[in-house]
Nanobody, 121 residues
Framework: QVQLVESGGGLVQAGGSLRLSCAAS????????MGWFRQAPGKEREFVASISRGSDYADAVKGRFTISRDNFKNMVYLQMNSLKPEDTAVYYCAARATYFGSALDNNYDFWGQGIQVTVSS
């Protein structure tokens, strides 16, 4: 089993920045692909970014968000810049027991509890 714990969420004004962190309790963490997803009220959960050997981003966040990982610390990060009110959502960290990332949430094996990000206009 892999446990994932997100931190770093909160309230920020439009145009501001936040950095989300995800701590993973996984052996051989480097062998897991990691992803960030988000779910806004009344909407389905959507892909934000993934990282394995490379990284991938949803079009809505490209150029504003950066995903990174520290395999020595078992951590994944999501740096979010130029935040917009439409980025308001609960953000989830996810792990996939493979080297390959995915934009599909049902391809991920483990999930964190989620953390709220609110961007005010």
């Amino acid at each position: 089993q892999v446990q994932l714990v997100e931190s770093g969420g909160g309230l920020v004004q439009a145009g501001g920045s936040l950095r989300l962190s995800c701590a993973a309790s996984a052996r051989a963490f480097s062998t897991y692909a990691m992803g960030w997803f988000r779910q806004a009220p009344g909407k389905e959960r959507e892909f934000v970014a993934s990282i394995s050997r490379g990284s991938d981003y949803a079009d809505a966040v490209k150029g504003r968000f950066t995903i990174s990982r520290d395999n020595f610390k078992n951590m994944v990060y999501l740096q979010m810049n130029s935040l917009k009110p439409e980025d308001t959502a609960v953000y989830y960290c996810a792990a996939r027991a493979t080297y390959f990332g995915s934009a599909l949430d049902n391809n991920y094996d483990f999930w964190g509890q989620g953390i709220q990000v609110t961007v005010s206009s």
